[in-house]
C-alpha cells in the first residue's frame, strides 16, 4: 500500500537576498501539491509551517537563520481592540463575496496598484496579466478569492472593488494566502486590516478553528501588524505556543 502524500519530495531552492532582513539570504524547501491528496498533503504541511503559492507548499529553510515564523489567530477567541473595532464600523458597507479562484482584469488592477504602492521593488513587481492568473486559478486545494466591493452604483452596476484576498479552506482554519487592496489611506484606511478581521470572522461561522497569516518576522516592520491579533500562535520547535503578550510591535494600518 503506497501513500504519496506521507513520503512526499521535498527540494531546497539557492539562496536569495532576503525581501524583510537587509543583508540576510533566503532560502526554501519546497513539494509540489498534486494528485487525489493534495488537500491533505496541504493540511499537514500547513500545521508544521508550511505555506502554498499555486501547486506548491514551502516554508523558509535559511541556513544560520530563523526570523520567520509561522503565526495563526485563535479565530473563536479572538476580540477587537477599540481601533479594530473602528475599523469594522469604517469598512461595514462593503460587500464581501467569496468567488471561485478565476482571476479577472478588475482583480489583476487593484493589484497592480498594490505591488506599486507597498512593493515596488518586490519580487512580484514585474508580475503581469498571465502570472497573476496562474498565481489564483493554480490551486490543487480548495480556494476562493474574496473580493471586497464598495455598494452598488445607483444605476446598478458593481460597486468599486478595493480589495481581494486569495484564501484557502484547511481543515482546521482559513489559511490567507495573498491579499491585495486599495492603498489609499484617506479613502480607505486600514483596509488590510479590515481583510484580516473578514477572515476571523469568516472562520468563526464556519466553525473554524484559526486563522493562517503566514509568517511573522521579528524586527521586520512590514510583518509588525500581524502581532495586533491576539490570541496569535507561533509555530516552535515545541509546536504552536500563544506569543507572549509584551512580545511584537505596533505598526502603521494596512
Known sequence: MTAPFRFPRFFVTSPQPCPYLPGRQERKVFTELSGPNATELNDAL???GFRRSQSVAYRPSCAGCAACVSVRVRASEFEPNATQRKLMRRHADLEATACRP???DEQYGVMRHYL???HPGGGMAAMDEGDFADMV???PVNSVIVEYREPPE???RPGRLVGCCLTDRQADGLSMVYSFFDTDQDARPGLGNFIILDHIARAREA??????LGYWVKGSARMAYKTRYRPLEVLGAHGWTLLPENEGQEA???
Open 137 to 139: 486559478e493554480q490551486s
Open 207 to 212: 466553525g473554524l478553528p484559526y486563522i493562517y
Open 154 to 156: 445607483a444605476n446598478g
Open 116 to 118: 506599486s504602492a507597498r
Open 252 to 254: 502603521p494600518h494596512r
Open 102 to 104: 478565476w482571476a479577472t
Open 46 to 48: 500547513g500545521r508544521i
